[in-house]
């Protein structure tokens, strides 16, 4: 009894995989990473985008704070959207990489983006993320995740059934219209009985 309960008391807290967002110093590539832990998250992001250096800095991507700690990585939320910096890289606001020979861009009511992504490369089709943003003040995103084949399979095999169910009852209701019409035209074909004419005797 007492090595179980030692055995139970020091076993370390094992936390579930959650969704990330990681992106480079210049946000010119952008991955989705499932880690449950600050050291998973670097190592699959580093081999996500593809980065040589083992040196790197992971920040915040909306206002640049370090995530160097197991205990502060813990408390950020899902689909968090992380920066990843090499050494030399400076973390940057969003925006401040437009290139100066491009147009100034105008100011829209509605801006809506799509950001299709894959939590897994076993994932068919991955996620996608819609962003929409109004008068560049309000922003609500949305994220649809389609990875599971068999879930997909699932509801294409209801979308067809259903289809082939209304198909049916349209198949009925005009096969019925049209044996109506026949016997309506048939109906009209058949010539009526004419009045015999009777012989008058003088």
């Given at each position: 009894m007492g090595s179980q309960t030692k055995k139970v008391l020091f076993t370390p807290l094992m936390h579930p995989a959650r969704p990330f967002r990681v992106s480079n110093h210049d946000r010119s590539s952008r991955r989705g990473v499932m880690a449950?832990?600050?050291?998973?998250?670097?190592?699959?992001?580093l081999d996500a985008l593809v980065v040589p250096s083992q040196l790197v800095t992971l920040v915040l991507e909306e206002d640049g704070t370090v995530?160097?700690?197991?205990?502060?990585?813990?408390?950020l939320g899902d689909n968090?959207?992380?920066m990843v910096l090499e050494q030399g890289q400076k973390?940057?606001?969003?925006?401040?990489?437009?290139?100066?020979r491009w147009p100034p861009q105008r100011r829209g009511?509605?801006?809506v983006t799509f950001?299709?992504?894959?939590?897994?490369?076993?994932?068919?089709?991955g996620c996608l993320n819609v962003k929409a943003t109004m008068y560049e003040m309000y922003s609500v995103s949305y994220d649809i995740h389609c990875t599971g084949f068999k879930a997909m399979l699932r509801s294409l095999l209801r979308f067809l059934s259903?289809?082939?169910?209304?198909?049916?009852?349209?198949?009925v209701h005009m096969g019925t219209y049209m044996l109506r019409v026949l016997a309506e035209t048939e109906?009209?074909?058949?010539?009526?009985?004419?009045?015999?004419?009777?012989?008058?005797?003088?």
């Open positions: 449950s832990s600050l050291q998973e998250l670097l190592s699959k992001t995530v160097d700690t197991e205990e502060f990585f813990q408390t968090t959207h992380l973390w940057t606001p969003a925006g401040s990489h437009t290139p100066a009511i509605a801006k950001d299709l992504y894959k939590l897994s490369p076993k994932d068919v089709i259903h289809a082939a169910q209304v198909t049916g009852q349209c198949l109906e009209q074909a058949v010539p009526g009985s004419r009045p015999r004419r009777g012989i008058k005797s003088g």
